[in-house]
């Protein structure tokens, strides 16, 4: 289904009638509201918790702030605001990135290690199969607020082993009104989009549109995004439901870390192509709150998504002995189709009462998730053109069948316990029972069937104490759980190993995942208009996941669990106000490493032995986590109507993948430094012109790296087995962007009203 800028003009079309605002309001809410004064500590959105009764360095934003920097993603916007985040720009594509979070990740890739769980209006959207996050899914426009959770808080269940990303969506009643803009500029990209919002009685409604179009930086990198959210509610004084839908039909295409012969001669060369992914989403999500009395809250949601991937992707082939072609081919094309659908829900009951004369919050709960996988993969021999396009010479041949099914029950319970205004205790638990089956189609493997079963009760505990404003303590220790997933179960055979789509991936019959932090922080306000944090953190790992290469181009491998890897740190942040200036700032402090050694095979690693393998050591650097990151924002106004911010952001040294004993001759990808701009002008209280400039002094520089083979040493850089060697591949960040834009907005009645940043 193409719907295209349609969509966009059926939104705005929809604008008609009188709408009143309801003056009703429900305390369960409150989180759809555009600022954050609380934050949600559960994973269905219900009450808030003050973030200073919060035993964690929780970092919050609203939709209004990622809109006044015309960030592209959420996860850009992120990277560039937020502590102890980096990004990972591995497929050379905006829209798959990898999030980092102190040492975790969150990618769309099969087969990244994944360590970071991710909420949408209380529905956990890391996908079944291979607990992926798809950044690209996510209705920038329809984002109301955003709560970074650090740590592995156990109530948000299977995969926070480093962290919680929760976002909730706008709401008509919240977001009244209608808009529509559009913008254009570097790469040839095209973006526009329409909200539309209000209330009527106890009803209310909400809509927004996206359309997306841009060739990308890099050769054979373009992408269209076609985007919709909805959402219907209805609320009174002691009753909520909301039902919204959500729809995507994104093109992705990316191209993969380059070796820096090939980067030299230009960054935007591609090393092999096509890489293509297509996402193909119906979301269906109600949700539904109840004021039993003035202290007990009982809420709920159940939703259906329905999720097709589809990947093709070029590689070269390790089995080419130079005969004749086929059978015998230099290259491979690898084309794979996910299918899944997941269901479920969440219950959970909030009591507000007193206990023994104390302020006391309870929340306690249960959540079922079901997901039915249907995987396939099939490859076909190809050969390459002189600008390395894989052309097919014969019919894609299946290799992979699996039907994965995995269904997640958990039971979980927070409380926060007031001594007194300055003393609150917090004490969490949840209870997973993760059951993972995979089923072969093919008839060829039954090593594949298998049925698994994890189980654990993961604890937390947290104290604050808050003598005074300027000073906020706490100090919290939590434990969180991630179990293989069917597409890892999979791929774990080292006898047998796969072809993954999309990336350089792993695992086998592998044991859960268990994490344990502790952390010890400090924040407060100085002034007015001065606020601060600091933080310690340290998260252990249990049975980490580590992707083993099985072959010399990185195009197949297996997953093993590798002992003990630890991630710990120091995060700061400063945020001050002037008159018309303010400067917020981040850097943070990651040490990433394995804290047992184990055996590797890296026949690209300069330092691999006869047989290709490398001994990683207790203290070796986990690749691709850079050590120092620091962010710093300035926004002035200098009148009214016209504003401008400028953000720096700064990532140190990373190793590359393939280089886990950090002994590799080519050494760290280097570190870097970039500077983006973004303008905005109040033509009139409805007219508003925007521009953003990225990397500014237009900057060399890589976000990824990892060892591989480079098979294109020959003249121009065509394909030549008989000089394929070693080299360290990168993926380079882009250069200077500038895009331009108009945004219109519309009061209530189809009059203009003023294009706030709040709307």
Not at 615 to 622: A, L, M, T
């Amino acid at each position: 289904m193409r719907i295209g800028p349609a969509l966009l003009a059926a939104v705005v079309s929809a604008h008609a009638g009188t709408l009143v605002q309801a003056e009703e309001t429900n305390p369960a809410t409150e989180l759809e509201a555009p600022t954050v004064e609380v934050v949600g500590t559960t994973p269905l959105p219900g009450i808030g918790i003050p973030v200073d009764q919060v035993p964690a360095n929780v970092q919050a934003i609203t939709g209004a702030t990622m809109k006044n920097e015309q960030a592209s993603t959420l996860p850009e916007y992120l990277e560039r605001n937020l502590g102890s985040v980096s990004f990972t720009d591995g497929q050379a594509n905006p829209f798959q990135p990898d999030l980092n979070f102190r040492g975790f990740t969150g990618s769309p890739l099969l087969g990244t290690p994944q360590g970071i769980s991710a909420f949408m209006d209380g529905v956990r959207i890391n996908e079944a199969f291979g607990d992926t996050i798809n950044w690209d899914l996510i209705p920038q426009s329809a984002i109301s607020t955003v709560t970074l959770m650090p740590g592995s808080n156990p109530v948000f269940g299977l995969n926070t082993l480093g962290g919680a990303v929760s976002v909730n969506t706008k709401s008509g009643r919240e977001y009244p009104g209608a808009s529509v803009e559009g913008s254009w500029g570097s790469w040839k990209r095209q973006n526009a989009q329409a909200e539309f919002g209000g209330s009527k009685g106890p009803w209310d409604f909400y809509v927004t549109g996206n359309y997306l179009d841009e060739n990308g930086w890099r050769d054979h990198s373009e992408s269209q995004l076609q985007q919709l959210f909805s959402k219907i509610g209805y609320q009174t004084s002691d009753f909520d439901a909301d039902l919204s839908y959500s729809y995507a039909d994104n093109t992705l295409n990316g191209t993969q870390a380059s070796p820096l012969s090939l980067l030299a001669a230009g960054r935007q060369l591609a090393y092999t192509y096509p890489d293509t992914t297509t996402n193909r989403l119906n979301f269906i999500n109600l949700r539904l709150s109840k004021v039993l009395t003035r202290d007990q809250i009982l809420a709920g949601n159940v939703y259906y998504r329905k999720l097709q991937v589809g990947n093709f992707n070029s590689n070269t082939s390790d089995d080419f002995t130079g005969g004749a072609c086929p059978p015998d081919c230099p290259a491979a094309n690898v084309q794979s189709a996910t299918d899944q659908a997941t269901y479920g829900g969440t219950v959970q009951f909030s009591l507000l009462r007193a206990l023994a004369g104390f302020e006391n919050k309870l929340t306690i709960g249960t959540s079922y998730d079901h997901g039915d996988t249907r995987f396939t993969q099939a490859q076909q021999n190809a050969v390459f053109t002189s600008d390395r396009n894989t052309i097919g010479v014969d019919d894609f041949v299946v290799n992979t069948d699996v039907k994965g099914t995995n269904t997640y029950t958990g039971l979980f319970a927070t409380d926060t316990f007031s001594f007194n205004e300055i003393t609150h205790l917090t004490l969490s638990g949840r209870y997973n029972r993760a059951s993972v089956s995979v089923r072969d189609q093919t008839g060829t493997t039954p090593d594949l069937n298998g049925d698994n079963l994890f189980v654990r009760f993961n604890p937390a505990a947290g104290l604050n104490y808050n003598p005074s404003k300027a000073l906020n303590t706490y100090v919290t220790y939590n434990e969180g759980m991630r179990a293989p997933t069917p597409m890892e179960l999979t791929c774990a055979n080292p006898l047998a190993p796969c072809t993954l789509p999309n990336a350089f991936l792993s695992d086998p019959p592998l044991k859960p995942v268990i994490s344990k932090t502790f952390e010890l922080g400090t924040r407060g306000m100085l002034a007015a208009k001065t606020s601060y944090n600091a933080s310690l953190f340290r998260t252990d790992l249990r049975d980490d996941i580590q992707f083993i290469t099985a072959s010399a181009s990185n195009t197949a491998g297996y997953f093993q669990n590798v002992g003990k890897t630890r991630r710990q740190g120091l995060e700061l942040g400063l945020q001050q106000g002037f008159d018309k200036l303010s400067v917020r700032a981040a850097y943070s402090y990651i040490d990433a490493t394995y804290q047992t050694s184990f055996t590797e095979n890296s026949p690209n690693n300069s330092s691999a032995n006869a047989s290709g393998d490398i001994q990683v050591n207790s203290g070796d650097r986990i690749p691709g986590i850079p050590r120092h990151n620091f962010k710093l924002r300035a926004d002035y106004a200098f009148k009214p109507t016209l504003s401008a911010g400028v953000n720096l952001v700064y990532a140190s040294s990373q190793f590359a993948r393939g280089d886990e004993n950090n002994k590799d001759a080519n050494g760290a990808v280097p570190g870097y430094t970039v500077v983006n701009l973004d303008g905005r002008w109040n033509v009139t209280d409805q007219l508003q012109f925007f521009a953003k400039v990225t990397n500014l002094f237009n900057r060399n520089y890589e976000t990824f790296g990892i060892l591989g083979e480079n098979f294109f040493r020959g003249p121009g850089f065509t394909y030549d087995a008989a000089t394929a060697g070693p080299e360290q591949f990168r993926s380079p960040g882009a250069p200077r962007g500038i895009w331009v834009g108009v945004r219109y907005e519309f009061d209530k009645k189809g009059a203009a009203r003023p294009a706030t940043d709040e709307n």
